[in-house]
T-cell receptor
Framework: GAVVSQHPSRVICKSGTSVKIECRSL??????MFWYRQFPKQSLMLMAT?????????EQGVEKDKFLINHASLTLSTLTVTSAHPEDSSFYIC?????????????FGQGTRLTVV | AQSVTQLDSQVPVFEEAPVELRCNYS??????LFWYVQYPNQGLQLLLK??????LVESINGFEAEFNKSQTSFHLRKPSVHISDTAEYFC?????????????FGAGTRLAVHP
């Protein structure tokens, strides 16, 4: 399968600071990328969908000004958690899909564990 | 809206024993169904999926799942597990025709295979 890489795998930041998480498709061009969040003992929840060169579409209840998503190239999407607070501590996972239909498989990164102290 | 319930958060099993990981879903529309596996420090990998056709789907490493529409279930089974099957398993659904756009995940089941 195709490879999607997230960086960093773990990050600790101070409350009030911003942190950026990168999601890269290493061997294919990702026209669509998805960002998920998983709280302990809970399901992965879709936060937003981004298409290269377009603004991200956020799911209901996700603050777009807090979770900034940039998908400026076909191999890179970034999620920036702005003014992070302890309640933003979570596991963030991206997935990426090449051009095609909605049934084109999306491949997942290994996730980023964010801890806000 | 859709929801997914994975009934067991952890399943311990001995090597070479059979295993079943349970998944039930709720949806008012037709759905696609998926099982993903996550090995330590790796991303989620698609294990198998049901889009249409035969309700019994198989993976290349011996897992199978059966879509039961009347019971709204998609349980994952393997007749004989290996140590290497130790991982987190996620069941997911997507409303037709959402495909991979609208994956809704369960909370995951940690399968621990002991020697």
């Amino acid at each position: 399968g195709a490879v999607v890489s997230q960086h960093p795998s773990r990050v600790i930041c101070k409350s009030g600071t911003s942190v950026k998480i990168e999601c890269r498709s290493l061997d294919f061009q990702a026209t669509t990328m998805f960002w998920y969040r998983q709280f302990p003992k809970q399901s992965l929840m879709l936060m937003a969908t981004s298409n290269e060169g377009s603004k991200a579409t956020y799911e209901q209840g996700v603050e777009k000004d807090k979770f900034l998503i940039n998908h400026a190239s076909l191999t890179l999407s970034t999620l920036t958690v702005t003014s992070a607070h302890p309640e933003d501590s979570s596991f963030y996972i991206c997935s990426a899909r090449a051009d095609g239909t909605v049934n084109t498989e999306a491949f997942f990164g290994q996730g980023t564990r964010l801890t806000v102290v | 809206a859709q929801s997914v319930t994975q009934l067991d958060s952890q399943v311990p099993v001995f090597e070479e024993a059979p295993v079943e990981l349970r998944c039930n879903y709720s949806s008012s529309v037709s759905v696609y169904l998926f099982w993903y596996v996550q090995y330590p420090n790796q991303g989620l990998q698609l294990l198998l999926k049901y889009l249409s056709g035969s309700t019994l789907v198989e993976s290349i490493n011996g897992f199978e799942a059966e879509f039961n529409k009347s019971q709204t279930s998609f349980h994952l089974r393997k007749p004989s597990v290996h140590i290497s099957d130790t991982a987190e398993y996620f069941c997911a659904v997507s409303p037709v025709p959402g495909g991979y756009n609208k994956l809704i995940f369960g909370a995951g089941t940690r399968l621990a295979v002991h020697p």
